[in-house]
């Protein structure tokens, strides 16, 4: 037990757990009447000072014989972060208005396929029968919990899981690409750059699309941006880069399994969400799946 609470495995829980109530921060803001737009903006204002001094640091501390940023890299990050923190976070936090907290953590859970995909595609990877059996059983999960809930809430569910699959193919791409950029620059540095680009984009959305009025939201609103961007965003960012430096990247990412059993629990307790027989079965198979696919993976 001693060992356990010293372990990373302690510091991959709480990462998960507070990456885990960022839906539920959502929805609660979403009660306020905010737009996804203006939240989102709102959650970038926040949370960029901390992305800022965290790339000064690694500029800082990057010696000579640290490979140089070409104007290639710098763009494809660019890209790629603008992908992963503007155009996927915008399509998840929108489809939060159309489907329950937990059934969004699920769909998203899946963004592993998409991975194999673009592998498949872009590296020439193939996908194996045993992946293929695992995605199966995932999507199996996903299919009944989208059958009970499109009896009760009609089109919604079909907008809403369509956003979600939008935001886990485009955060695919983010997932794929950052591996080459992160080894070859150190996340750190990978991660602020493509935070920054995000940004950057968010902001000229808001100012495209919204009054800079609309800036001036209930302070329970800014509260929960507050909590979106540093308790369920850059808090278990540094958690669970600490708790890869203990335990690795493979057991850090397999604990990422418990995500979707936390939002529910969230969702059940702080929302009063219906979960019925159907959503506790399709839940799991989607982790069964996923996990399968996980540990096969990093085996």
């Known amino acids: 037990m001693q060992t356990l609470f010293n372990s990373g495995f302690l510091l991959a829980f709480f990462a998960v757990a507070l990456f885990s109530s960022k839906s539920i921060f959502i929805k609660y803001a979403y009660q306020y009447g905010v737009d996804t737009t203006t939240l989102l903006a709102w959650r970038m204002l926040i949370a960029l000072p901390f992305y800022v001094f965290v790339l000064f640091a690694c500029l800082k501390q990057r010696t000579e014989n640290a ?37 969004e953590r699920l769909v998203l859970y899946t963004y592993p396929a998409f991975v194999l995909i673009i592998n498949l595609i872009w590296q020439k990877r193939r996908i194996t029968a045993a992946e293929v059996i695992a995605l199966s059983i995932a999507y199996l999960g996903l299919l009944l919990i989208f059958a009970h809930d499109l009896t009760l809430y009609g089109d919604a569910i079909i907008l809403g899981t369509l956003l979600v699959l939008a935001s886990s193919f485009s955060f695919s791409f983010y997932v794929v690409g950052s591996q080459k950029y992160s080894s070859k620059y150190g996340s750190k540095l990978f991660t602020c750059i493509a935070m ?89 198979l989607v982790l069964v799946g996923i996990y399968s696919l996980a540990k096969r993976k990093n085996s």
């Open 67 to 103: 490979p140089k940023i070409s104007s290639n890299s710098l763009i494809s990050m660019i890209v790629l972060g603008i992908l992963g923190y503007y155009a996927a976070s915008w399509m998840d936090l929108e489809a939060l208005h159309y489907i329950s907290a937990h059934y």
């Open 196 to 284: 920054l680009a995000a940004s950057v984009i968010i902001f000229i959305h808001f100012m495209v699309t919204q009054p800079i009025s609309n800036l001036a939201q209930p302070w329970q609103v800014i509260a929960l941006a507050f909590a979106i961007a540093v308790i369920a965003t850059v808090i278990p960012s540094f958690l669970m880069n600490a708790a890869i430096a203990q335990i690795g990247a493979n057991k850090a990412a397999i604990s990422g399994s418990l995500g979707p059993v936390l939002t529910t629990g969230f969702a059940i307790l702080l929302l009063g969400e219906e979960f019925t027989l159907w959503h506790a079965l399709g839940m799991l």
